[in-house]
């Protein structure tokens, strides 16, 4: 009798490609075509790093969650979708449509031992997932928030300089009757 590990990795391929597909739904249909059927990873690098880092994410779910693999397996993904403006939830929805696939999976063809305990078991490590997911995010959004800051920053600096009046607020000093603008 099989463990719930082995059936899980005997039918890796079939679930990678259910979980790939689930996720290329979350995205615009446009998108969807496109990261569906460009199989080149240069012209397709959001497909090509999503269908690689789901696999790692799958093996790390089946083996015992390793936090760095892991979290360097789902920064690939969780990047590409806090710079495409996901939602927080959207964002790491991803990992709770591999749970409805094993579920579906398991109760279809598994037979070994009780269920609750296995699913439990793996259930577990896939929620651990989604809490390094979530930092992860969190991460993206600052770093990404933080660029368009600058962005704005240095747009605002270069208009001043062009008006010539960054260059006068530069070499203005405070006086004893004078206060400094900070």
Same mark, same amino acid.
């Given at each position: 009798?099989?463990?719930?590990?082995?059936?899980?990795?005997?039918?890796?391929?079939?679930?990678?490609?259910?979980?790939?597909?689930?996720?290329?739904?979350?995205?615009?249909?446009?998108?969807?075509?496109?990261?569906?059927?460009?199989?080149?990873?240069?012209?397709?690098?959001?497909?090509?790093?999503?269908?690689?880092?789901?696999?790692?994410?799958?093996?790390?779910?089946?083996?015992?969650?390793?936090?760095?693999?892991?979290?360097?397996? *789902?920064?690939? =993904? /969780? !990047?590409?979708?806090? +710079? $495409? %403006?996901? &939602?927080?939830?959207?964002?790491?929805?991803?990992?709770?449509? *591999?749970?409805? =696939? /094993? !579920?579906?999976?398991? +109760? $279809? %063809?598994? &037979?070994?031992?009780?269920?609750?305990?296995?699913?439990?078991?793996?259930?577990?490590?896939?929620?651990?997932?989604?809490?390094?997911?979530?930092?992860?995010?969190?991460?993206?959004?600052?770093?990404?928030?933080?660029?368009?800051?600058?962005?704005?920053?240095?747009?605002?600096?270069?208009?001043?300089?062009?008006?010539?009046?960054?260059?006068?607020?530069?070499?203005?000093?405070?006086?004893?009757?004078?206060?400094?603008?900070?």
């Amino acid at each position: 009798m099989k463990t719930l590990e082995e059936f899980l990795l005997d039918k890796k391929p079939h679930i990678l490609k259910r979980w790939l597909h689930l996720i290329l739904e979350t995205y615009p249909l446009d998108t969807q075509r496109f990261l569906k059927h460009q199989k080149d990873p240069f012209l397709n690098p959001v497909g090509s790093t999503i269908e690689k880092e789901i696999e790692v994410l799958f093996v790390q779910l089946i083996q015992g969650i390793n936090p760095e693999r892991t979290s360097a397996a *789902l920064d690939g =993904i /969780i !990047r590409i979708r806090a +710079i $495409q %403006d996901f &939602s927080p939830s959207k964002a790491i929805s991803f990992i709770y449509l *591999l749970k409805k =696939i /094993i !579920r579906e999976e398991v +109760i $279809q %063809d598994y &037979s070994g031992q009780p269920l609750s305990e296995l699913l439990l078991a793996f259930e577990s490590r896939l929620d651990e997932m989604v809490l390094l997911a979530f930092d992860i995010y969190s991460r993206c959004r600052e770093k990404v928030y933080e660029m368009r800051a600058n962005e704005a920053k240095n747009q605002v600096s270069g208009l001043l300089r062009k008006k010539g009046l960054l260059s006068d607020l530069e070499s203005w000093e405070p006086g004893p009757d004078k206060t400094k603008v900070t």
